[in-house]
């Protein structure tokens, strides 16, 4: 958890980024990013492949 707070704050300070994260019941974004964020809840092994098939 403790990496995804460089990034939201990063997504925070510009309105032109998109916070994305993949993550098994973890995928979450705090309010003041939460519009500008893909949250996939999901193994990233098989988000990835399903994105390759």
Do not use: Q, T
Request: charged share 20%; net charge positive.
């Amino acid at each position: 958890m403790i990496i995804k707070y460089p990034f939201w704050n990063a997504v925070d300070r510009n309105p032109k980024a998109i916070y994305a994260c993949v993550s098994l019941g973890e995928a979450c974004a705090p309010k003041a990013v939460n519009k500008r964020s893909i949250l996939i809840d999901g193994d990233i092994g098989m988000v990835l492949s399903a994105c390759v098939s």
